[in-house]
Structure formats: structure tokens, C-alpha cells
């Protein structure tokens, strides 16, 4: 197959869809596809364009046998309302040239968010002839209004025409989580247009690593410490608020300590709280090298996951997976209806607790601070659940799944709608 990933972020940013859909590409390329990719400058999670990106309009990339299509973008460090809808625009008109600057596709894949790139893909979608699957990594403007970044009645408004829009006109769309499923139906997508593919890890690559975790404590001062850690992204959906004031509520116990990874502009955020909160229990990283990562993961007796209170099916954090493979057991302060809840339930790998809720949240690190057997067979689920669920090869092969069905079912319409237009019969004599 030619298949056109449409993704905003990609290699080389670090977090969130890019190492994931540079997975899928790179995968897709090995099994014999070919794969080109619709992106903008690289400027995750910093917000702004890598230095060598920079002044640059257009720019084509080979990697690992994927082409990668790159576009400005307008882009704010501190962004708002309106300057992240002129960088949504700005993706949409300067991608489309690059998308019609290639072979033509069988199949375009469009990640959403953003939302208003499923306008081009639409329209590629059309111009091309070929199927559109929707990729939905969180459910918009849903996010936006529960947490408090869209209040404009008109733009809500808008956003929602546009969501139908996308659903419409999606061939299929592929989402990460059941809660995501129940979502979309409750908005009248019909099920059998959606598939179910949860987000990936290479569990070859993330996996319990004894000794190499002991030489990343070492590095970082952390050797015989029960180490907390929570590492991604730092936005308004997570409140790491609430770990601080955890953190500043067990610094009576010193072999326990937080262990922070995140966008060094948060960071800085982040440090002033501990401050105030007296939380010198704290370790403030910035996002770790992609080859330090299990390193890292391997390094935590618990791994957390955390959401405020008002997350509830539209979001579910990629770094689930990644904890689960790692083999550290989760302690998820999260809704307990919402779909991250869900998920840490399912593999047995984890707790759930109250979001935004330091006294809760202390009080399941205890528990497992206080009974090591209970950590270790946690950490034993987890990996397990990971292995059977989260593997990449899965994911890919249901990729391909969804792909060979989507073009064999365009492919078998034309012919019925060919004959019906010449008004020749269907059957044959």
C-alpha cells in the first residue's frame, strides 16, 4: 500500500503522538509499504521550532525509509486562544501543498488533534479518491471545554460542526481506549466505523532493566530510595500540583523521593510550588534522551498517572503503556469512571485513587512503600498485561487490518456505483 500519515508531531520530538506515529511509519515501511508524512517543523514540548528548523518554509526528509513532508508552522511559547488557532490554520494551508507534492496515496491516515486538519484531509481525501481513517488520540473540544481552554460559546459551537464534519466523513476511525468507543457512539458514529487500536510500546525496548536502573539512580543521587516518579507532559488535563503537595506531606520519610520529568518551561513552574510547599523531596529532570527512557521507567518502584477531576473519557495517557511494559506498578490519581482508570484496573498492574487528592494519593504510596511483596506483584501484572496488550506488532498488524479493509471496500464500491450510473446490470448471465 501508499499510505499518507497526516501528523502534526513527529520525530524528533519526544513525547506524546510523535514517537508513535514514527513508529507506525518506520513499521509500515518494514512490512513493505510505502509511507509518506505530512508534519510541521519539529517544536514539541518546548513550543518553539528546533534551531535547525528555523526561517525554513518546507523541507523533505528520508528516514529510515519513511519521506517526511515538513511545513512551517505560526508558533507561540506561551500561547492563546487565538494563536493556537492561527498555528492550527497555519498547518492547514501549508500542509496541503506538500501533500499534493508526492505520489498519490491508497489510504491517508489523519491523527486528530488538531481538528481542523481533518478540512485538507478531507479534501485529499476526495481529490485522491482514496479512504480517510481518523486516528483519535483525544476527543475534541470536548478536552478543551471540561478543562477550562474553550469557553467561547460560538467556538464551541464551531468546533462541534467540525467534529461532526471529521466523523462524516472518515472512512474509519481508529481510537486508543473503550471510553473513547462509548464517546463517539453517544454522538451517533455508527460502531462498525470504528476500531479499537490502544496506543503501543516496543516492549523489546521498554522492559525491566535491575541493573541499568541501578547506574540511573546512581547518576541522579537516588540509590536506596523508594523513587515516585511521574514523566511527560505537563499541561492543564494532569495538575502535578497535587504531587508536590504529596511529596511535601511525606518529607518526614527521606528514603522516599518524587522524581519530576518534564518540558523545562514547566519545570520552572513547578520548582517555584515545591518551594512554596516545601517539597525538597523533589527531583526536577527535563525529558530524558529517548535511549535513556527504560533506563529511567526501570528506575521507579511506582509510577504515576495523573489527571484532574474532570477527565473523564477523553483522554487516555500514553504513558500507561510505557509504565506497565517497564514493569512498575501504577498509582493512577485519576477519575474512577474515566477511561486512564479503566485501563490501570484492567491490566492489574496498579490503584486507582481520587484526582486531586494529596492525602489519597499519599497514602497509596505508602502502601506500597510499606509492603514490597505487594510492589513486586503489581510490577509482575503489569509487564504481563503489557506483553499480551500493548505490543507493537499487535498494533500494527491491526493497522494494516484497517487499511487493506478500508481500500478493499472502496475498491468494491466503484463497480456497483460504475454500473449504476451506465445502468448496467449487477448480474451476471
Known amino acids: ?48 521550532i528546533y534551531e535547525e528548523y528555523r526561517g525554513k518554509w518546507y523541507t523533505t526528509e528520508e528516514k529510515n525509509g519513511v519521506t517526511i513532508q515538513r511545513c512551517y508552522l505560526r508558533i507561540k511559547s506561551k500561547p492563546n486562544l487565538i494563536d493556537r488557532l492561527l498555528l492550527e490554520l497555519s498547518f492547514v494551508f501549508t500542509s496541503l501543498p506538500q501533500a499534493l ?25 476526495w481529490f485522491y479518491n482514496c479512504p480517510l481513517v481518523l486516528n483519535v488520540q483525544d476527543i475534541l473540544p470536548e478536552a478543551a471545554i471540561k478543562t477550562g481552554l474553550l469557553k467561547n460559546k460560538f467556538m464551541i459551537r464551531a468546533l462541534e460542526a467540525l467534529e461532526k464534519f471529521a466523523y462524516r466523513k472518515a472512512h474509519t476511525i481508529s481510537v486508543i481506549a473503550d471510553g473513547f468507543v462509548k464517546n463517539l457512539v453517544s454522538k451517533k458514529v455508527p460502531i462498525n466505523k470504528i476500531a479499537c487500536i490502544p ?52 518529607t518526614h520519610i527521606p528514603e522516599i523521593a518524587f522524581v519530576i520529568a518534564g518540558e523545562s518551561k514547566a519545570l520552572k ?4 510550588y515545591c518551594l512554596a510547599c516545601g517539597a525538597d523531596n523533589v527531583l526536577l529532570l527535563p525529558l530524558q534522551p529517548r535511549e535513556k527512557l527504560p533506563q529511567m521507567l526501570a528506575a521507579a518502584d511506582v509510577g504515576l498517572v495523573v489527571q484532574k477531576r474532570n477527565v473523564i473519557s477523553f483522554n487516555m495517557p500514553s504513558k500507561i503503556p510505557l509504565l506497565l ?4 506498578p501504577i498509582i493512577a490519581s485519576v477519575p474512577a469512571c474515566g477511561t486512564a482508570a479503566r485501563a490501570v484496573r484492567q ?83
Open 325 to 328: 511494559a517497564s514493569g512498575s
Open 1 to 48: 500500500m501508499q499510505i499518507l500519515i497526516y501528523s502534526y508531531n513527529y520525530h524528533p520530538e519526544p513525547i506524546g503522538i510523535a514517537p508513535l506515529m514514527t513508529e507506525l511509519a518506520e513499521g509500515l515501511v518494514k512490512k513493505g509499504h510505502q509511507v509518506r508524512v505530512i508534519t510541521g517543523m519539529p517544536n514539541y514540548p518546548q513550543r518553539e
Open 199 to 250: 496506543n503501543w510500546v516496543d516492549i523489546d525496548f521498554v522492559r525491566p532493566l535491575p541493573k541499568k536502573a541501578k547506574n540511573w539512580k546512581a547518576i541522579h543521587k537516588l540509590d536506596n530510595k523508594f523513587v515516585v516518579l511521574y514523566s511527560g507532559n505537563i499541561a492543564l488535563t494532569q495538575g502535578l500540583e497535587t504531587v508536590i503537595e504529596t511529596a511535601a506531606s511525606l
Open 347 to 429: 491490566s492489574g498492574g496498579g490503584v486507582v485513587v481520587a484526582p486531586e487528592s494529596p492525602q489519597d494519593l499519599a497514602a497509596a504510596i505508602m502502601s506500597l512503600y510499606s509492603n514490597p511483596a505487594l510492589t513486586t506483584q503489581l510490577g509482575a501484572k503489569a509487564r504481563n498485561f503489557a506483553v499480551e496488550r500493548y505490543s507493537f506488532e499487535q498494533a500494527l498488524t491491526a493497522y494494516e487490518a484497517v487499511f487493506s479493509q478500508a481500500i478493499s471496500r472502496k475498491v468494491s464500491g466503484i463497480l456497483p456505483a460504475m454500473q449504476k450510473k451506465l445502468g448496467v446490470s449487477t448480474r451476471f448471465h
Open 269 to 272: 513552574r513547578l520548582q517555584k
Open 101 to 125: 507534492n508526492g505520489w498519490r496515496p491508497d489510504i491517508i491516515l489523519l491523527t486528530v488533534p488538531p481538528l481542523l486538519v481533518s478540512l485538507p484531509a478531507a479534501l485529499l481525501s
